[in-house]
């Protein structure tokens, strides 16, 4: 089955510790993206790429970090020095621009 | 500022009425809006898309109406199911963009 897969589904963390969500697709879609998505809120975008080994910073990127070796592959870091990670991490594809995004089920992240 | 937003936050409909979400964009440039349909815990799911050069269309149980004049977009879902019940959000792109921005969303209850 063609499809986007994040892992793992739910994730703990200590306040201070990196932590990085895997996404993976098998659609050959060019384009990849990271949401945040916050209790009663929309999507808001992290990070984007639109082609492997180039990406480029969304609305909040501050405190996250990611990397586009493989098409398939766009894993997202939460760094330390982002200050309120605990949130729903949603990764997406689309074939190209001003096309639907698929969307994977979701990482939600708790720092305690 | 630019923003894609929903009238309602909460929708509540009796079961096998039609059931209408509305939302507005401020940018006259967007060019292609979508919705997508968020259940509990998952990732948003495609449901009907349209482009800037129609005002109407179609799919299975839903339309999509988009007036450009007043800069307003419109799902309509016929005979609405219990199954309905989820977060519905529009989304806007911009003209050659990758940035899909999307609106806080409008949660759908079905009542039996």
């Known amino acids: 089955d063609g499809g986007i897969t994040q892992s793992p589904k739910y994730l703990f963390r200590k306040e201070g510790q990196n932590v990085t969500l895997s996404c993976e697709q098998n659609l050959n879609h060019d384009a990849m993206y990271w949401y945040r998505q916050d209790p009663g809120q929309g999507l808001r975008l992290i990070y984007y790429s639109q082609i492997v080994n180039d990406f480029q910073k969304g609305d909040i990127a501050e405190g996250y970090s990611v990397s586009r070796e493989k098409k398939e592959s766009f894993p997202l870091t939460v760094t330390s020095a982002q200050k309120n990670p605990t949130a729903f991490y949603l990764c997406a594809s689309s074939a190209q621009v001003n096309t639907e995004a698929f969307f994977g089920q979701g990482t939600r992240l708790t720092v305690v | 500022g630019e923003s894609v937003g929903l009238h309602l936050p909460t929708l509540s409909v009796q079961e096998g009425d039609n059931s209408i979400i509305n939302c507005a964009y401020s940018?006259?440039?967007?060019?292609?809006f979508i919705w997508y349909k968020q259940e509990s815990g998952k990732g948003p799911q495609f449901i009907i898309d349209?482009?800037?050069?129609?005002d109407k269309r179609q799919g299975q149980r839903v339309t999509v109406l988009l007036n450009k004049t007043v800069k307003h977009l419109s799902l309509q879902i016929a005979a609405t199911q219990p199954g309905d019940s989820a977060v519905y959000f529009c989304?806007?792109?911009?003209?050659?963009?990758?940035?899909?921005?999307f609106g806080a969303g409008t949660r759908l209850f079905v009542k039996a």
């Open positions: 940018n006259s440039a967007s060019d292609y």
């Open positions: 989304a806007e792109n911009r003209v050659g963009g990758f940035k899909t921005i």
């Open positions: 349209i482009r800037s050069n129609m």
